[in-house]
């Protein structure tokens, strides 16, 4: 059996807790992150028959059972991940009743998975019905992001307008948009069906006055989309500090940028007049 320490699943996760916990976007035990392993990826490291500990849920997983994750932990801080991967992730298989996940590696003070599982395994399952190829659920505390929901519209209409507006590229990145809910609480499986339900339509759904949750095929992918819209925040942060905004890219620039990178816009995001004239 190889040396899981060495394994790229967890070394990506050693990598991205360390840039979130750098970027300040995950304080003290803030933000959580799955990532969906290959049963064939997961058996050069660890014997998947033996289940060191069964962790029982309070919703249905039915859906994902027999698939395998790799998670972070639950009140674990990503400050701490790169200096302890065993103690602060574990690797889980959904059981075969769907209502528990058993446990083949990491937790080794006797830890769980993330208090936020609800959001994450039903998102990874509204994503797989629309992405197949969906393999990360990623959440963090984005600063400027999380700022925007005080502050801004709370529609997803107009904070997706606005950071496209932001960043020539944030359009290109997320042509679908950012998905918003209000504050719900979290942990709870209302807050994880809310998020799930939003997943089907968006990657990224914005969780007001608490942070961000972002899906994708790898972890740069997913860590880049999350990237990107809050540089956006940022930008807009500059700009209202700057006095606002006098100028902006345009919906006929918009259109032309559509065209020219081969995507679709998400149209309710138009106006309806614009959307057909395209
Ligand atoms: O895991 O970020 O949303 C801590 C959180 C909960
Ligand atoms: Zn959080």
């Known amino acids: ?5 060495e394994a790229s699943f967890v070394e990506e996760m050693v990598e991205v807790t360390s840039n979130l916990y750098r970027l300040g976007w995950d304080e003290r035990n803030g ?36 698939k395998y994750f790799i998670v972070t932990g639950s009140g674990k801080y990503f400050k701490n991940v790169a200096k302890d ?33 609800p959001a994450h395994l039903m998102s990874h399952i509204a994503r797989l019905e629309v992405d ?33 507006e932001m960043c020539t590229e944030c359009m290109v990145v997320f042509p679908e948009g950012i998905q918003v809910l209000p504050w719900l609480i979290p942990g709870s499986n209302e807050i994880g069906e809310a998020t799930a339900e939003k997943m089907q339509e968006a990657r990224l759904v914005l969780w007001s006055f608490h942070g961000v949750y972002g899906a994708g095929r790898t972890m740069d992918e997913t860590f880049g989309l999350i990237e ?28 032309a940028l559509a065209k020219q990178f081969g995507i679709t816009p998400n149209p309710a995001f138009f106006e309806a007049a614009q959307v057909t004239s395209r």
């Open 228 to 255: 990107t819209a809050e540089k956006a925040a940022q930008v807009y942060t500059y700009v209202q500090a700057q006095g606002g905004v006098r100028q902006t890219i345009s919906d006929e620039n918009f259109i």
């Open 132 to 164: 197949p190829e969906n393999r990360v659920v990623m959440h963090c505390h984005a600063t400027h992001l999380l700022a925007m929901t005080f502050s801004h519209e709370l529609t997803s209409k107009a904070i997706t307008r606005t950071l496209w």
């Open 31 to 66: 933000g959580n992150i799955s990532y969906l392993l290959d049963e064939a990826e997961v058996s050069e490291y660890l014997d998947t028959t033996n289940v060191l500990r069964n962790i029982s849920m309070d919703f249905d997983g039915t859906a994902l059972k027999g």
């Open 1 to 5: 059996m190889k040396n899981i320490l």
């Open 85 to 117: 991967p065993a103690n602060n992730l574990g690797v889980l298989k959904v059981a075969e009743d769907g209502q528990s996940v058993d446990l083949l590696w990491g937790y080794t003070d006797g830890g769980v998975p993330t208090s936020e599982l």
